[in-house]
């Protein structure tokens, strides 16, 4: 068997961002289930590549990672780790279409909401290691509601409490150091 040595790679981004993102939910008093194809079915993604023209790799790619919920309420969360995505907003526009393209699914449903949670290894835009991606929240399609845990507004628009203070005490010092990102004088 061949090592699928890219697979690997971004499989581990996208376990270190997802172990982000469920630590700082469950610090926030969620409850956090992984819901994601990589959690239903490990051996069948990393096979992804070989498999044309299939149903069943068309509709589990399309599953968000986690199912989130607190206080009878539920949401999905999608989680990526981007390193290559530049430090504007139009770089974000684009990124935000795809996401929308790939999950119009559920973003057509309107009983059903979806949060994306953005991991980026620099902090350069917004300052921010972390961004939340809340389209239901916004309507002109220019403006898809990216929001880093810097913004005042983010817990008002998304509805989690507390995302602030967890980013800022809990997830941001860890990232720093990982990152060896430089405080700003």
Same mark, same amino acid.
């Given at each position: 068997?061949?090592?699928?040595?890219?697979?690997?790679?971004?499989?581990?981004?996208?376990?270190?961002?997802?172990?982000?993102?469920?630590?700082?939910?469950?610090?926030?008093?969620?409850?956090?289930?992984?819901?994601?194809?990589?959690?239903?079915?490990?051996?069948?993604?990393?096979?992804?590549?070989?498999?044309?023209?299939?149903?069943?790799?068309?509709?589990?790619?399309?599953?968000?990672?986690?199912?989130?919920?607190?206080?009878?309420?539920a949401?999905?969360?999608?989680?990526?780790?981007?390193?290559?995505?530049?430090?504007?907003?139009?770089?974000?526009y684009?990124?935000?279409?795809?996401?929308?393209?790939k999950?119009?699914?559920?973003?057509?449903?309107? #009983?059903?909401?979806?949060?994306?949670y953005?991991?980026v290894?620099?902090?350069?835009?917004?300052?921010?290691?972390?961004f939340?991606?809340?389209?239901?929240?916004?309507?002109?399609?220019?403006?898809f509601?990216?929001?880093?845990?810097?913004?005042?507004?983010?817990?008002?628009?998304?509805?989690?409490?507390?995302?602030?203070?967890?980013?800022?005490?809990?997830?941001?010092?860890?990232l #720093?150091?990982?990152?060896?990102?430089?405080?700003?004088?």
């Open positions: 068997m061949k090592l699928n040595k890219k697979w690997y790679s971004q499989k581990i981004k996208g376990d270190f961002a997802e172990s982000i993102c469920e630590n700082h939910f469950l610090s926030l008093g969620y409850s956090v289930e992984k819901s994601g194809i990589e959690s239903i079915a490990p051996i069948y993604c990393s096979n992804f590549s070989k498999i044309k023209n299939n149903k069943v790799k068309e509709y589990l790619n399309k599953t968000p990672d986690f199912i989130v919920s607190k206080n009878n309420e949401f999905f969360v999608e989680v990526k780790y981007v390193d290559t995505i530049s430090n504007d907003k139009e770089a974000f684009k990124f935000g279409s795809s996401l929308i393209k999950y119009n699914h559920i973003l057509s449903n309107e #009983n059903v909401s979806i949060y994306f953005v991991l290894p620099h902090n350069d835009f917004y300052d921010s290691h972390v939340l991606f809340m389209p239901e929240v916004y309507s002109p399609p220019k403006d509601g990216w929001r880093s845990p810097k913004f005042k507004a983010i817990e008002t628009l998304s509805g989690i409490d507390g995302f602030i203070t967890s980013y800022s005490e809990i997830v941001e010092p860890f #720093n150091n990982i990152f060896k990102t430089k405080k700003k004088l």
